[in-house]
């Protein structure tokens, strides 16, 4: 089964670029890479949480941008893997030895689908696309509303095209399970850190040459009533820590 494990830290608390702190944990991500290759699915770093854009979606008329994340929150998202593991357990085993684990956290959720095809998409730069806004019928799978939620995502995946590098869809919040590692100590919680964790309706990860496009695209994503969608441009961590998506 594949796994959504989003990455989350505190900001302020991260060293700064140069620092030997900084080298270390970009080493630890090193390590990871190569201690679980082959389960690897994707994985992205993201820019901070102070380049995000918003796209919120209301009752009518044009969809309103504003700039910073979709939450306020000192817990920031910093990047995602998707992971193959047989079981929960196992995905959780794999999370602990991810270096945010250590100093933040790690949300892991089932995927219910995860397809990408970087092959195909168009060069440049990535960005992320996270889907956010309340639970709602069509969040469970098998359901009609579900159904119909999946036919909108593949006619705006038509639309997009090569803008569309990969997709995935999750399974509602309460199957979240939060991994952190503090002193040694594995810590495991049912649900997420915080509200920073609900990706509600799954994420996107976008070929768009700048951030305009990158926003327009997103606002193009399928949303609930009140949903969101947050935008992150990904961070160039190098081939050594940032696996092909397949």
Known sequence: MRYLALLGADESAVPAPGSPERAEIHAGYVRFAQLAADAIIAGEALQPVATARTVRHGDGGEPLVTEGPYAETTEA????YVLEADTLDDAIALAREIPSARNGWVAVRPLVMWQADPGTATPGPRHL???YGKEAPGDQPGTPEWDAG??????FAEAAGQAIVAGGAVHPIDTTTTVRVRDGELLVTDGP?????EVVGGLYLLAAPDDEAAVALAAQIPVGPGG???VRPVADMGD???PQNH
């Open 77 to 80: 998202l910093a990047g995602f």
């Open 129 to 131: 696309a996270l889907i």
């Open 150 to 155: 999946a036919a909108q995502h593949g006619r």
């Open 193 to 197: 850190f915080s509200e920073t964790a």
């Open 228 to 230: 969101a969608v947050e």
């Open 240 to 242: 050594d820590v940032r």
